[in-house]
């Protein structure tokens, strides 16, 4: 019986390709968004986490400025200085490295190529902080660092982009007005939580950077990557004291630095990832409701139209439980098809835009089946005031209308 | 079926009567109507427009309760039954022909043949089996994948019957069954229920307001405001 309604009602939806199709726009609509938004927000999510990672593992930054005072490092903040980074390096335990570095924007060349690129200048340890690896060449020698030799180590979109298919080791870039060696190419880390390439980038040793590119002997941050993750709270703590003590902040006072911990920066910003997603979610549903609207609309005209036919069925022998199965089965029906083609619109909405947006396009089967099961249930929902309609015609009336 | 009163009729009104409005614009439809229908019979019922004639069949049909009076189906009250017993009581023991044949559109022949049987639940194959069967005994063989639109008038009747018949009832309910139709086709349809009459016995309740119609019957009742005015068996 319920299969033979499932024919009847799928041949209804046949018979009325264009108002079926109408009618299940906003289904349609409704799921593709909710599905388009959900994964595409899961892969924005999955992004975050995994960009998580890339940042360093167990990391502790601390930043001139007082904590939650603008933004870190503002032209106020009293910088870093190179004994800040000395104490750090000879007063804490239980880390893998203590990196102090500086920051600017600056051009390079090379030949006729030229790119806008972040320069760090660093100690090599930087690169065990940050969790680096070298597809080519190496980093720079603790003594370029002491002499601040004109040697830097390059990001995979230099090596892409600006050297151009020239193997970059050996040769010259010119950084701003500095030209310098090239001794390691990076591996790639892809664009960074932030939104920004993270591959887009020239090391060079901190005192390099200091006389030829900053001008400055200004310390920006210092990253401190401890060797276990439960020590993260109390390397923190001590950082706080150790930086209170070189900086000379009286008791009392409140810190002039900062010192966060990347893994709660970036948690926070997937769980905003979450929120924006699930409120989008949340409009989407909407448009779900309105074609439920819809849906019991064309019910309601079905039944009005198909009047005198129940009456047929009530007289040769259906049962309004019968009829109201019936009617119940074609709006069940007409929204899980419309949920069916929303999930293909969406899946492939999803994954124009998880290319668009450069986040990874994961298919989360168990939001399919949501939408799926969810579609129907408003079939269910919305059908069942129009299908109670059909079920209670009197058949006299019913046969005698034309 | 073993309660209510030990009656020999199949079907037995008495003092049937149906209201329709309130207070001054109070019409009584059918004013006290007593009446025996015996297993077997083929009766035809009579009357102007507004006779009651149509209200009798309705509720012998199950498809209306009367405002007063008793109505037994084989010994069953049928006014104390629900509205979903009554329609199981449709589905079990009633057939019904209509006037404008009432056919699904767009619908094969024997799909709508098929259609009482598939409310019963039955197997493909066997409502498939019994449907054409039906359909050869309206003489419709061969005409099994046409649809409504693509059949005369007769025939489209004729499926009508089959439908009717497929589900062997009890008794075969037929409002105006040539009202539609022209001479020629009226006469078929008759002779095909006299047929179904006489070979299978089955009892036939028909409304017409044609005396050649009405010729076939071998019991004639007439209607006239709410009440029955003649009832006689025909001549031999």
Redesign the interface.
């Known amino acids: ?1 319920l299969w ?1 309604s499932v024919k009847l009602a799928l041949r209804t939806v046949r ?1 009325n390709v264009l108002r079926s199709i109408l009618t299940l726009l906003g289904i349609v609509i409704g799921v593709g968004a909710v599905i388009a938004l959900v994964t595409l927000g899961q892969g924005a999510t999955d992004k975050v986490t995994a960009d998580l990672s890339k940042l360093g593992s167990n990391m502790l930054i601390a930043r001139p400025g007082a904590p939650q005072q603008g933004p870190p490092g503002g032209s106020d903040a009293r910088g870093f200085t190179s004994r800040d980074a000395e104490a750090l390096q000879s007063g804490l335990r239980g880390v893998r490295g203590v990196s102090p570095s500086a920051n600017k924007q600056s051009k390079v060349v090379f030949g006729s190529n030229a790119l806008d690129v972040s320069i760090t200048g660093a100690e090599p340890v930087y690169f065990i902080v940050q969790d680096w690896t070298f597809t080519a060449g190496s980093s720079f020698s603790e003594s370029d660092t002491r002499a601040g030799s004109n040697v830097c180590v390059i990001g995979e979109t230099l090596r892409r982009d600006v050297f151009a298919g020239v193997d970059p080791i050996g040769q010259v870039l010119r950084v701003g007005t500095m030209p310098c060696v090239v001794t390691g190419v990076l591996g790639a880390k892809g664009q960074s939580a932030f939104g920004s390439d993270q591959d887009a980038t020239v090391v060079m040793p901190l005192r390099s950077f200091h006389r030829r590119i900053a001008g400055n002997t200004r310390i920006s941050s210092i990253a401190v990557s401890t060797i276990a993750a439960e020590d993260m709270a109390s390397v923190q703590a001590s950082i706080q004291e150790i930086l209170r003590e070189t900086r000379r902040v009286r008791e009392g006072n409140e810190d002039d630095f900062s010192v966060r911990d990347m893994t709660q920066i970036a948690a926070t910003m997937s769980s905003t990832t979450s929120i924006m997603t699930g409120l989008l979610s949340a409009v989407a549903a909407v448009s779900l409701l309105v074609g439920g609207i819809g849906i019991m609309n064309i019910m309601l005209v079905s039944v009005a139209e198909r009047t ?2 129940i ?12 009829v109201l199965t019936q009617f119940l089965v074609e709006a069940v029906v007409l929204c899980l098809l419309g949920g069916l083609i929303g999930i293909a619109l969406g899946l492939g909405l999803a994954a124009l835009g998880a290319g668009f947006l450069q986040v990874p396009f994961n298919v989360s089967p168990s939001v399919v089946l949501m939408a799926f099961s969810f579609s129907g249930a408003i079939g269910l929902i919305f059908g069942f005031f129009p299908a109670r309609r059909a079920a209670r015609l009197d ?2 009336e019913a ?1 005698r209308r034309e | 079926m073993t309660t209510g009163p030990k009656l020999q009729s199949l079907i037995s009104f008495r003092n049937i009567r149906k209201i329709y409005g309130e207070g001054a614009a109070r019409v009584a439809a059918l004013a006290g109507v007593d009446l025996d229908i015996m297993a077997g019979e083929f009766v035809a019922i009579m009357g102007a427009s507004g006779s009651g004639k149509s209200t009798a069949m309705n509720i012998l049909g199950c498809l209306d309760r009367p405002t007063s009076g008793d109505f037994h189906f084989q010994g069953v009250d049928v006014t104390a039954l629900d509205n979903n017993a009554r329609a199981l009581l449709r589905r079990n023991y009633l057939g019904f022909v209509f006037q404008g044949f009432n056919l699904l559109a767009r619908t094969t022949a024997i799909e709508n043949v098929e259609l009482p049987l598939i409310y019963r639940g039955m197997a493909r194959a066997e409502r498939h089996a019994l449907a054409a069967e039906a359909m050869s005994a309206v003489g419709l063989n061969g005409r099994e994948n046409h649809t409504p639109s693509e059949l005369s008038g007769g025939q489209q009747q004729r499926v009508a019957i089959a439908r009717a018949i497929v589900s062997n009832p009890l008794v075969l309910l037929a409002d105006e069954p040539t009202g539609n139709l022209d001479s020629e086709r009226s006469h078929d349809i008759m002779k095909l229920l006299q047929q179904l009459n006489v070979e299978k016995g089955l009892t036939i309740l028909m409304v017409t307001h044609e005396a050649d119609m009405a010729a076939y019957a071998t019991r004639q009742i007439h209607f006239a405001d709410g009440r029955i005015i003649e009832d006689r068996a025909r001549a031999a």
Request: proline residues 5%; hydrophobic residues 50%.
């Open positions: 019986m033979e018979r005198r036919e009456g047929i069925r009530l007289a040769i022998g259906a049962l309004a439980s019968q058949p006299i046969l």
